[in-house]
Nanobody
Framework: QVHLVESGGGSVQPGGSLRLSCQAS????????VGWYRQTPGEQRELVAA???????YYKESVKGRFTISRDDAKNTVNLQMNSLKPEDTAIYYC???????????WGHGTQVTVSS
């Protein structure tokens, strides 16, 4: 069973940047694809970006052109570069697989991103 740990969150001003990292305890390729999700209080967790084993990517419309997801299979990591951050990007960010595997992997602690002036 692969476990995932998120890091890299923090507090930035609007327009700032952060780079999140998702570290897998084992072969990240075994997941078939990795997604970054975010959740705010009272809201459902939503998929923000995802990357497949063949490096196809998906982005939520509101982050297109600002966020970039990338993977380093040698290091078993998936990163999320977030630029031009907006207050509405404030959330706890989590990484997980995509689809049915999400429930099997479970959710970690996430990493807090706060965008505020």
């Amino acid at each position: 069973q692969v476990h995932l740990v998120e890091s890299g969150g923090g507090s930035v001003q609007p327009g700032g940047s952060l780079r999140l990292s998702c570290q897998a305890s084992g072969d990240i390729l075994s997941l078939g694809g990795v997604g970054w999700y975010r959740q705010t209080p009272g809201e459902q967790r939503e998929l923000v970006a995802a990357v497949t084993n063949s490096n196809s990517t998906y982005y939520k419309e509101s982050v297109k052109g600002r966020f970039t997801i990338s993977r380093d299979d040698a290091k078993n990591t998936v990163n999320l570069q977030m630029n031009s951050l907006k207050p509405e990007d404030t959330a706890i960010y989590y990484c997980n697989g995509v689809g049915a595997i999400v429930a099997r992997i479970g959710w970690g602690h996430g990493t807090q991103v706060t965008v505020s002036s």
